[in-house]
Nanobody, 122 residues
Framework: QIQVVEFGGGLVQTGGSLELSCAVS????????MGWFRQALGQEREFVGS???????NYGDSVKGRFTISRDDPENTLSLQMNSLKPEDTAVYYC????????????????WGQGTQVTVSS
């Protein structure tokens, strides 16, 4: 059984930075395709970024150049560094593991964390 837990959400001002972490048990992150998604109130879950087992990353258009995904193999965690945050980045952020389809689609992952709230104040 794979379990996914996100850490690091909170309140930050516009232009600020925040780092989210995703701890995974039951799967080695370097052997699992991983992804980050977010869901704002009343909106559909949106692709933020992904890291494949090869270490290749891909980002959604709205976060390219501002967000960076990295992997800590000894700690078995995946991080999302978010810079130059905007109010429109406010959402619940989810980490996902174990791809069963497209890495950019919420339908492409089997295991999900409970989500962590990120709020960017203007």
């Amino acid at each position: 059984q794979i379990q996914v837990v996100e850490f690091g959400g909170g309140l930050v001002q516009t232009g600020g930075s925040l780092e989210l972490s995703c701890a995974v048990s039951g799967c080695i992150v370097s052997a699992c395709d991983m992804g980050w998604f977010r869901q704002a109130l009343g909106q559909e879950r949106e692709f933020v970024g992904s890291m494949s087992t090869s270490g290749s990353t891909n980002y959604g258009d709205s976060v390219k150049g501002r967000f960076t995904i990295s992997r800590d193999d000894p700690e078995n965690t995946l991080s999302l560094q978010m810079n130059s945050l905007k109010p429109e980045d406010t959402a619940v952020y989810y980490c996902a593991a174990w791809s069963i389809g497209s890495l950019t689609s919420p339908l492409g992952y089997r295991y999900w964390g409970q989500g962590t709230q990120v709020t960017v104040s203007s």
